[in-house]
């Protein structure tokens, strides 16, 4: 067993404490306290899980935005289960009209938050309405578009009410809940919640030191299964080596990996790599404001033609993934019968002297009206596999006369929409309106490339209002060919998300599908045992 090295004197400080919590927030600075703790007390490593994190989030609100760390905070009316489907989590049961236009649910009476207060149906109403206020920030507003209203019924009950059938609801109401009460009087952009968050899940916030660590410690009142470990510190270790290390070195009991340190670190018997399926992918964002090369659809299946998936897979990313082709080919809608881009130089070279690109200077680099083919890719320092993605995609591209040039930043440096190109990551196995709509309508929230398709616009659209799961899947074949004929990505591959842990943790699943960089890992933490 590998021992807790400065965990104690350095990573938790050794004096790291719980204490009383005042309120609905902590007191003014980087820590609050939690309510149930009689007097302090010194973490015990053998009680302690350390997650070492490649990200942090920035805030603690469902409301604005999904969090990494939320399933452990907060619970929603739905949550998943190990096929990705949505079932009732604070919701017991729910009915749905003939018209498929509203949905009552029955919620539990035995809900508690973390400040002791009950979770009411107010709670409920007040969260979703608030993230479809155009007032707020959220960036979930999109999920709720088609609801019309959310109504208290009485004190287990609410209706919501939508303007179109939408079959994704269920998917989006894993929302977590929060304590209406906490935001009165507050500009929720702005509350102290954000940062000192009170919700109903099976750990409860202590203390968050920005960009460093953020420790949880079980919540005894929760409603569901108690959690068997009882507490879990969350360190910022943005940079993949420094976690492969600290894991080696016991600093850390589960860490996200590289596929480059997967061997080294399964030759250490104190650790083992868990190896999980994801919907996530990489690919190549193209940004049609930022530059207008990408407005010749033909510069687009040139360079996914002299895109070497297998390459790729094999070499970057070690084996642990596929080529892809669509960003639904983990999904129930996946479409086969599309234009994969099998690689071809040959071919990427006819379509750009069809389009009418050539190197009329001799420098190697193609040209048309004056204009050289000419681009920058940018990519995260800190991910190691898109920066190798990026390096070895404009060596290939050089073969064809593209200069691309590589722009490896931190991600602090880093502002999507305003790169010409971008090794972009994304990947959802829930819903197929999760990863879609958002990403590839004319106006969707994270269209960061500014790609504008008038069928896709059509057909996503009626994806979403579409019940009939024969006609959806048309609709999503539709989308996929259309966006093959008419790239946004070149499509790269998918990942396999990777975990070393230490042999002392247990429960871990393996069968479920994760999401962007294994998004999900903690879903069922409660389970989680350390030995």
């Known amino acids: 067993m590998m021992v807790w090295k400065r965990v104690a004197a350095v990573l938790l400080s050794g004096v790291m404490t719980l204490g009383i919590l005042t309120g609905c927030g902590g007191e003014n600075g980087t820590s609050s306290t939690v309510q149930g703790q009689t007097s302090a007390e010194s973490l015990d490593q053998k009680d302690t899980l350390v997650y070492g994190?490649?990200?942090?989030?920035?805030?603690?609100?469902?409301?604005?935005?999904?969090?990494?760390?939320?399933?452990?905070?907060?619970?929603?009316l739905m949550t998943t289960d190990e096929n990705c489907k949505p079932k009732c989590d604070i919701a017991t049961k729910y009915e749905v009209s003939d018209d498929l236009l509203e949905y009552t649910f029955q919620i539990r009476d035995d809900v508690k938050f973390h400040d002791g207060t009950d979770l009411t149906v107010e709670d409920v109403v007040f969260t979703i309405q608030t993230v479809m206020d155009e007032t707020v920030n959220s960036s979930l507003r999109e999920d709720f578009t088609l609801v019309d209203k959310v109504e208290k019924e009485d004190d287990t009950t609410l209706k919501i009410t939508l303007k179109e059938p939408f079959p994704a609801l269920l998917d989006k109401l894993t929302i977590g809940i929060v304590p209406a009460h906490c935001f009165e009087g507050q500009d929720i952009n702005k509350a102290d919640f954000n940062q000192h968050p009170i919700g109903c899940g099976p750990y409860k916030f202590v203390r968050y030191e920005t960009d460093s660590k953020l420790l949880l410690t079980r919540f005894d009142d929760y409603y569901g299964d108690k959690a068997k470990i009882k507490n879990i510190v969350c360190t910022n270790l943005p940079d993949y080596n420094v976690r492969a290390l600290q894991l080696s070195t016991g600093e850390v009991d589960l860490t996200y990996l590289e596929p480059s340190q997967v061997e080294k670190v399964e030759q250490n018997t104190d650790t083992m790599v868990y190896k999980l399926d994801t919907a996530d992918y990489r690919c190549v964002m193209f940004n049609f404001k930022a530059t207008d090369l990408f407005q010749d659809v033909k510069v687009r299946q040139a360079l996914c033609y002299a895109t070497n998936r297998e390459a790729v897979v094999n070499s970057i990313v070690h084996g642990y993934g596929e080529a892809a082709y669509t960003p639904l080919q983990r999904n129930t809608f996946r479409e086969e019968d599309v234009e994969q881009y099998s690689y071809d130089v040959e071919k990427a070279k006819a379509l750009l002297a069809e389009a009418g690109w050539k190197d009329s200077d001799?420098?190697?680099?193609?040209?048309?009206?004056?204009?050289?083919?000419?681009?920058?890719?940018?990519?995260?320092?800190?991910?190691e596999v898109r920066v190798n993605m990026a390096t070895y995609l404009a060596e290939e591209w050089k073969k064809l006369g593209v200069d691309c040039k590589v722009d490896a930043l931190d991600w602090n440096a880093i502002d999507i929409p305003s790169c010409?190109?971008?090794?972009?990551?994304?990947?959802?196995?829930?819903?197929?309106?999760?990863?879609?709509?958002?990403?590839?309508?004319?106006?969707?929230?994270?269209?960061?490339?500014?790609?504008?398709?008038?069928?896709?616009?059509?057909?996503?659209?009626?994806?979403?209002?579409?019940?009939?799961?024969?006609?959806?899947?048309?609709?999503?074949?539709?989308?996929?060919?259309t966006l093959a004929e008419d790239p946004a990505y070149d499509f790269i591959c998918y990942i396999t998300a990777l975990y070393g842990a230490n042999n002392r943790v247990s429960g871990i699943n393996e069968t479920k599908i994760l999401g962007h960089h294994g998004a999900g890992i903690f879903w069922n933490i409660e389970r989680w045992e350390l030995k």
């Open 53 to 76: 994190a490649e990200f942090m989030d920035d805030q603690f609100n469902p409301m604005l935005g999904s969090l990494y760390f939320g399933s452990m905070l907060f619970r929603g």
């Open 420 to 481: 010409e190109a971008f090794v972009l990551g994304w990947g959802s196995p829930f819903d197929a309106d999760n990863d879609t709509y958002r990403l590839f309508t004319t106006e969707g929230s994270a269209n960061y490339g500014f790609y504008s398709n008038k069928t896709v616009d059509e057909v996503l659209k009626k994806a979403r209002i579409t019940v009939d799961q024969k006609e959806r899947k048309a609709c999503y074949a539709e989308f996929q060919k």
């Open 362 to 383: 001799g420098d190697g680099v193609l040209d048309r009206n004056g204009e050289k083919l000419s681009f920058t890719l940018t990519a995260p320092v800190s991910d």
